[in-house]
């Protein structure tokens, strides 16, 4: 870490806010695991001592079926454990606090990535630069200055063919460079061929995500369909702690197997190179704790040849921000899942609006947080939470 320190002096932090932010989605959003219909999440600022302020999102969700964590024990986390050993303190880097987040804390990324990530965010305030710009720094990488962006379509409530094909058509006439569409046992490969006709004549791939809802060989049957579908990859395909069962799979199928909710840490990386497993990884910020556990990440995948791009939950614009800095690194090679604001929450309610060009790219910003965030918009969609 003391490499970084002829550019930046230690930061003290001298206080810390949190707000419980809540966003109503235009439409449900419906996986294999469940729905929700807004987007709940905690948001930590952080203070330093020269008037400095970084944000940070926590985004799990409100029940326990995308991971063990919920907002709820989130909250809680943040508030009486993980805040109280960064206030008062001074911390030569955001990756020294990761260090004190992670003392005696098993698991829960998600809380420890809200804090986290306000420390790599106050550190871009300070220095008058984007969160980018510190991960091209520590990773020996030139970021990009706009990523490519791919749709994320959930499972229709409705369940008919027809409105998947709709939403296809309408993400392809805004520029999207990729489409995914959500798939479970018995909506899949009629799903597929929904997308393809209405994909027909445009040049985009098309991927799936399973949330994990399949077993093998029990869905031999759905997997075989799958792969035969001329798909860019298959996302998480089976349970989380299948591990060895997804490096078995990706023997298996011809078509590229993703690994998402799989992908937990820096030591489940190692061990996917152990076993030979997949080479897509969806890289979710908070999924694996914060900017510190991306940057291992990126290094164990690069020898291997892993091809990454960015995940999303999806957060606000404030927890996009992480997650736009990672999707701008080199190894990422696929479209992220990034997406306007508007797609997600209409035209006027994100605290930090991204937008999309016609060429479905989207800007990576070069400012911190604090300088993006538009502060009615915040005091409207938040509400103090006592720290």
């Not at 508030?79 to 911390?91: C, I």
């Not at 710009?133 to 020996?140: F, I």
């Not at 991306?294 to 996009?320: D, K, N, Q």
């Not at 997406?339 to 989207?362: C, F, H, N, Q």
Request: hydrophobic content about 45%; charged content about 25%.
């Amino acid at each position: 870490m003391a490499s970084f320190t002829f550019w930046i002096s230690w930061m003290r932090i001298v206080s810390a806010e949190l707000f419980e932010l809540t966003l109503p989605l235009v439409e449900p959003f419906l996986i294999s695991g469940g729905a929700i219909t807004e987007r709940r999440s905690l948001v930590i600022a952080l203070h330093d001592a020269e008037g400095h302020l970084g944000y940070g999102e926590s985004p799990p969700f409100e029940l326990p079926f995308y991971s063990e964590e919920t907002l709820a024990s989130a909250t809680d986390l943040v508030r009486r454990v993980l805040l109280p050993r960064v206030v008062g303190r001074e911390f030569e880097t955001p990756e020294t606090l990761d260090a004190v987040l992670r003392d005696g804390v098993r698991g829960n990324p998600f809380a420890r990535a809200g804090v986290e990530t306000a420390a790599w965010d106050l550190e871009a305030h300070r220095r008058a630069v984007g969160v980018a710009t510190l991960l091209g720094e520590r990773l020996g990488a030139r970021p990009a200055t706009a990523i490519p962006c791919g749709v994320a379509l959930g499972i229709p409530q409705d369940g008919k063919l027809d409105t998947l094909s709709r939403w296809v058509y309408d993400a392809l006439q805004l520029g999207y460079r990729r489409v995914k569409i959500k798939v479970r046992p018995g909506w899949d490969d009629a799903a597929v061929r929904a997308a393809r006709e209405a994909m027909a004549g445009v040049d985009v791939p098309l991927t799936v995500d399973a949330n994990g809802a399949y077993e093998w060989p029990a869905h031999e049957r759905n997997l075989r369909a799958l792969d035969e579908a001329g798909l860019l990859y298959i996302e998480q395909p089976l349970a989380p702690d299948e591990l060895v069962g997804h490096a078995r799979l990706a023997r298996v199928l011809q078509t590229p197997v993703c690994l998402d909710e799989t992908l937990k840490s820096a030591a489940h990386a190692r061990q996917v190179v152990e076993l030979e497993g997949p080479r897509v990884w969806n890289i979710k910020v908070h999924r694996v704790g914060g900017l510190t556990e991306v940057c291992r990440i990126y290094r164990i995948a690069e020898p291997y040849a892993a091809e990454l791009w960015a995940g999303t939950m999806p957060e606000s614009g404030i927890g996009s921000q992480a997650s736009l800095a990672v999707a701008a690194l080199p190894l990422c090679a696929y479209p992220s899942d990034l997406e306007p604001s508007a797609r997600w929450y209409g035209r006027s309610a994100d605290v930090i609006k991204l937008t999309m060009g016609k060429d479905g790219r989207m800007a990576v910003p070069d400012q911190a947080c604090a300088r993006l965030l538009d502060q009615g918009r915040f005091r409207a969609a938040t509400r103090r939470v006592d720290a």
